[in-house]
């Protein structure tokens, strides 16, 4: 296991629409992943078993976690409990960090 990452070792994985991620690190029972979005760029509405966590790296976003919406920016958090859908919609470039525990078996 590789308890020390640097992000340049790390490749970009294109997803479309403006959103690209890396996976920086994962065991079992966490993962983080950094995900870029440019402005535009549409994190659809989903949902996952998974709890997860992020933070605001850089940009603006427009979050919707169930019927909840709000714009959150530069420094700002948020929380998802398993099973409840959410999405973001980028309003100026950003990245978000994202924490998933367990880990996104499906991003691997």
Known sequence: MVTLIEDSQIPWEELGGGIKRKIMAHDEQMMIVKVAFEKGGVGAMHSH????????ESG???????????????GDAYFVPSD????AVCLQDGVLIDVFTPRREDFL
């Open 49 to 56: 078993p998974h709890t997860q966590a992020s933070y605001v």
């Open 60 to 74: 603006v976003f427009e979050l919707t976690i169930g019927d909840e919406v709000k714009n959150l920016k530069t």
């Open 84 to 87: 409840v859908e959410h999405g």
